[in-house]
């Protein structure tokens, strides 16, 4: 559920320039790439409103609909955090595909406000209230598609297009949801107690539209950072 994505340095070297602390790199070093990325992760984490790019931890996601198996849960204002601290792999840059891809790792949570209606399994569900759900070692694999275009100066820069990313949870997830049933606790117990032991079920439909909505702000921040800058200045060609 986590995030991201602001993990290549010459995403963040748009804003900060030399004073950013990492290395400036080819763009065909994935090494150099995924080692400088590591190093401004908390560097970039909180956006530059200078430019109109968001924080990416904390995030805001100010809504997003899940459906599992008959339960309908909206999640509102919620903030998504700890992606300031992801591992960071594989970054990489193809001019000829035009993508930008990379992995990472997090322990993300979630917290904001639900409200829950239909039935899961045979149980009818009912609430709203406080939500938290908080992922272990969740793998991330992300794909942005991009075209080179001019700026107004002439000068080449990567304007991003759309995005896909694939997922998978590995070491367990936490669920909770306040006011079920109307505070009816042996309920409310019952239905957190099936949530959580099976988590890896959970997790595949709960993730899809968490991390989407994730994303698309890391989308929205990354296609800021590289439309402000020259592909020259940002990387070695």
């Known amino acids: 559920m986590s995030a991201v994505f602001y993990f290549i340095p010459f995403l963040i070297q748009i804003c900060y320039g030399a004073l950013l602390p990492v290395p400036k790199c080819k ?14 992760i ?25 459906a599992l198996a008959g339960l309908n849960l ?16 594989k970054v990489r840059v193809d001019m000829e595909k035009k993508e930008i891809k990379y992995v990472f790792i997090s ?4 917290e904001g406000k639900y409200t829950a209606s239909g039935q899961l399994l045979v149980l009818p569900i009912s609430g709203d209230g406080d939500v938290s759900i908080k992922i272990k070692n969740g793998e991330i694999d992300v794909t942005h598609t991009f075209d080179v275009v ?4 002439g000068k080449d820069v990567i304007k991003l297009k759309g995005f896909s990313f694939k997922y998978d949870i590995k ?25 959580n032991e099976n988590w890896k079920l959970l ?31 940002l990387v070695e060609l």
Not at 78 to 87: F, I, N, P, V
Not at 150 to 153: F, M, S, V
Not at 171 to 195: P, R, T, V
């Open 27 to 40: 763009i065909s070093d994935t090494k150099c790439l995924t080692a400088s990325a590591q190093m401004a």
């Open 42 to 66: 908390p560097l970039f984490a909180p956006g530059i409103p200078e430019i109109g790019a968001p924080p990416i931890d904390e995030m805001q996601i100010k809504y997003v609909k899940v």
């Open 74 to 89: 909206d999640v509102k204002d919620a903030t998504l955090k700890g992606l300031k601290d992801a591992k960071i792999y």
């Open 107 to 110: 322990d993300p949570w979630l």
């Open 150 to 153: 001019k700026n107004a100066d």
């Open 171 to 195: 070491d367990g997830a936490n669920y909770y949801l306040g006011n079920l049933f109307n505070g009816n606790k042996e309920l409310s117990n019952a239905l957190l107690k099936f949530m």
């Open 203 to 233: 997790s595949e439909e709960f993730g899809e539209p968490v991390l989407r909505a994730c994303i698309k702000i890391i989308h929205t921040a990354i296609k800021k950072y590289l439309y402000a800058h020259p592909l020259e200045e």
